[in-house]
């Protein structure tokens, strides 16, 4: 009743299935209703003899047990439509009489203007969410088997990125961070929701799982792309060859042009490292660094501290 594309709303009608099991359910529950009501006229004229007289305590207490072991199999009977998903309400239908409860029956969970064609074998399939028809695996008159996906209904306005994120780097990683996600010209933000607590035992990275927004429905589920963990507040930082940057320890130093002749020493922090360039922090727009020879102005930088524990005998 459905096709590819169209958007559903929660519990709409999908398709229809013809399956004897629903009939033979249906069934039982006409059956286990009648039952229940001769049960309750039983009991009731046992009850009035009783009163009188007429019939023993033993008698009634056999007549009273088969009214209750009919209100069990009317409670089983409703319950195996329920497991079929067919809200019924038993209660209600014990007041019908014999035709009202079997066209009721009939037509239980179809819209009041479609046709049945007289029969009790349907089962109706409805949308478990609100979403998008993004795959239908059926078609009308074939048959189906159970845990056989017939339509796949998914809300394609949210969508699950697995990000794969190396050991190393995934202590920096937590829930909440900010994602940017890119594929097949599409972009979207998003947020870490979830961290694997194990790695994968071939790659040996760490899935990362993040929920991107797709209102737009660009992005599409399977893409493969490329994606950023802002680990941080956002940072100003300048981007400089790996030569300019000069290392005391643990502290990094570059060499800033004061004039012509005098360059003086400025600690920066390491942002991160790529293919012999490096972000630091601390340099302003207008600064002109060294890029060369670095390592002479070190040397006279901290000329008291070469040679210091650096002795080696001949």
Request: charged letters at 20%; one cysteine or more; glycine letters at 8%.
């Amino acid at each position: 009743l459905v096709h590819v594309g169209v958007t559903v709303q929660a519990d709409a009608l999908i398709a229809v299935i013809e399956t004897a099991e629903v009939g033979r359910a249906k069934s039982a529950l006409m059956q286990t209703i009648t039952s229940l009501d001769l049960a309750r006229v039983n009991t009731k004229r046992a009850r009035l003899t009783a009163a009188a007289g007429v019939r023993s305590a033993a008698e009634l207490d056999e007549i009273e047990s088969r009214l209750r072991s009919a209100e069990v199999a009317v409670f089983d009977a409703e319950q195996t439509l329920r497991n079929l998903g067919l809200a019924v309400d038993a209660g209600t239908l014990t007041t019908l009489d014999a035709a009202t409860l079997a066209t009721r029956l009939r037509h239980l969970g179809l819209p009041e203007d479609y046709d049945d064609r007289g029969s009790a074998n349907l089962l109706p399939l409805r949308a478990p969410r609100a979403g998008m028809v993004t795959e239908i695996r059926a078609v009308a008159g074939e048959a189906v088997e159970a845990n056989a996906p017939l339509v796949v209904v998914a809300d394609t306005t949210t969508l699950w990125a697995s990000l794969p994120v190396s050991a190393e780097r995934i202590g920096q990683v937590v829930v909440g961070q900010t994602v940017s996600f890119a594929a097949a010209g599409a972009e979207s933000q998003g947020t870490v929701v979830a961290i694997s607590q194990a790695a994968d035992s071939h790659t040996r990275l760490v899935t990362v799982w993040a929920q991107l927004a797709n209102a737009d429905h660009r992005l599409r589920a399977g893409l493969f792309g490329t994606a950023t963990i802002t680990i941080g507040a956002t940072r100003t930082a300048a981007v400089i060859p790996s030569s300019a940057v000069q290392f005391d320890g643990d502290q990094a130093y570059v060499f800033v042009r004061r004039s012509d002749t005098i360059f003086r020493s400025l600690p920066v922090r390491i942002l991160s490292r790529e293919l012999g360039k490096i972000a630091v922090d601390r340099l302003v727009e207008g600064d002109v660094i060294a890029i060369s020879g670095t390592s002479i102005l070190f040397a006279v930088t901290f000329f008291e501290r070469m040679g210091a524990g650096c002795c080696v005998a001949d």
